[in-house]
Structure formats: structure tokens, C-alpha cells
């Protein structure tokens, strides 16, 4: 079956330090594939997205790179703030298949 | 973009007691909606697929009879929690996908997600 693998957290960084979240996929095809993020005491929203191959998401300074050649969709950011602190779901999804969310990765920021 | 509420935020029932949670598509018409359990330490659980007229699809592992779905119109899921217990104590969140003329476009909205405690 489709699955998401992601790095476990909490990963924990001082402002303005370099972010990178890895996540791995399964899936037979090409599904698309999101970010989303959690805040503490809500639910989900979409960070970024991208469809197909070689497609770049990007939102709110964070980036990821669908990469079919590595089935990995790597979310980067160059500079995170305090505010960034939250957990981090990578997911794929589209077409018929049923979404499915890697474990969350819980990001933490320090001033 | 499109809107999904979910209500209530949180309730506190005794044990026996049922609770429902209503996840309702505010902007857009939903003919699915998943629901989903989120663990301690973030992990999220698909509990079941919800579809308008017709029966949810369940997981392997849940309950059919604890945790009851309808999805009554295109824009109201429901989930009861039947004789909640404390270990049915959680975090549930509903998600509808977004879609693009009849395309699944993947992109899920989710509600504010219901804290159900049981004691």
C-alpha cells in the first residue's frame, strides 16, 4: 500500500536557522503530494503542494521539491522564526487515491 | 478557499454517553469526508471514509458500532461516539478534498478538529 515516512521529531532550532524536514514516499503512480501544518490546538491546514514531478511548492518562505527520482518531498526553509514552531504533516493525495499522512514532525523554536 | 467547521472544539462527557461531532463544508459541496483520529505525539489515524448516501467505509481495526458516521447531505458529516469510554478520549478531526470541476485535486481542507475527553 501508499505510505509517507518522515523524520521524527521534535526537532528543535534557534531563530533564524536553517529547516529541513525530510519525507519519503511509497505509492504506485505519481500522486500529488502536500505539506500541512498544525498549530497547537487546531487542525490542519495546507502549507504547500506539488502535483507532479520536478514541481516546486512553496508558501510562507518553506519550499519542497517532488522529487520522483528519490520519491522524496523534503520541506526546507531558510530562515525560521518562533512562529513557525508547530507539527508538520507531509501527505500525498489526488486522483483515487486515499490520503495518507506521514507520523508529523514537531518543530520547535527558540527565540 | 474552501471552509470546513467542525463543532464542537471540545467536550467533556461522562462515561456510557454518547457524543456527536458535526464537520460541516461551509462554501463547497463535499460528497466525501474523511475522519480522523489524532494520538498523543501527533500521529494522525484514518478512521473512515464518509460518502453521501451511502455507508462510511471503515479501517481495519475501528469499530463500526462505537463510532457512527452519516453523511446525511453534501455538506454535513457526522460522527457519534456511542457509549464513550476514556480511552475513546481524543483529538478527532474531519477533512473534506477539494476538487477541481469532477477532479480530486488531493488538497484536503480540515475542520478545527473536537477534543473529546471521557471520564
Known amino acids: 500500500g501508499n505510505s509517507v515516512t518522515q523524520m521524527e521529531g521534535p526537532v528543535t532550532l534557534s531563530e533564524e536557522a536553517f529547516l529541513t524536514i525530510n519525507c519519503t514516499y511509497t505509492?504506485?503512480?505519481?500522486?500529488?503530494l502536500f505539506w500541512y501544518v498544525q498549530y497547537p490546538g487546531e487542525g490542519l491546514q495546507l502549507l504547500l503542494k506539488?502535483?507532479?514531478?520536478?514541481d516546486k511548492g512553496s508558501n510562507k518562505g518553506f519550499e519542497a521539491t517532488y522529487r520522483k527520482e528519490t520519491t522524496s518531498f523534503h520541506l526546507e526553509k531558510g530562515s525560521v522564526q518562533v512562529s513557525d514552531s508547530a507539527v508538520y504533516f507531509c501527505a500525498l493525495a489526488g486522483g483515487s487515491y486515499i490520503p495518507t499522512f506521514g507520523r508529523g514532525t514537531s518543530l520547535i523554536v527558540h527565540p | 478557499g474552501a471552509v470546513v467547521s467542525q463543532h464542537p472544539s471540545w467536550v467533556i462527557c461522562k462515561s456510557g454517553t454518547s457524543v456527536k461531532i458535526e464537520c460541516r463544508s461551509l462554501?463547497?459541496?463535499?460528497?466525501?469526508m474523511f475522519w480522523y483520529r489524532q494520538f498523543p505525539k501527533q500521529s494522525l489515524m484514518l478512521m473512515a471514509t464518509s460518502n453521501e448516501g451511502s455507508k462510511a467505509t471503515y479501517e481495519q481495526g475501528v469499530e463500526k458500532d462505537k463510532f457512527l458516521i452519516n453523511h446525511a447531505s453534501l455538506t454535513l458529516s457526522t460522527l457519534t461516539v456511542t457509549s464513550a469510554h476514556p480511552e475513546d478520549s481524543s483529538f478527532y478531526i474531519c477533512s473534506a478534498p477539494g476538487t477541481s470541476g469532477r477532479a480530486n485535486t488531493g488538497e484536503l481542507f480540515f475542520g478545527e478538529g473536537s477534543r473529546l475527553t471521557v471520564l
Open positions: 506539488a502535483t507532479k514531478a520536478d
Open positions: 505509492a504506485t503512480g505519481y500522486p500529488s
Open positions: 462554501d463547497f459541496q463535499a460528497t466525501t
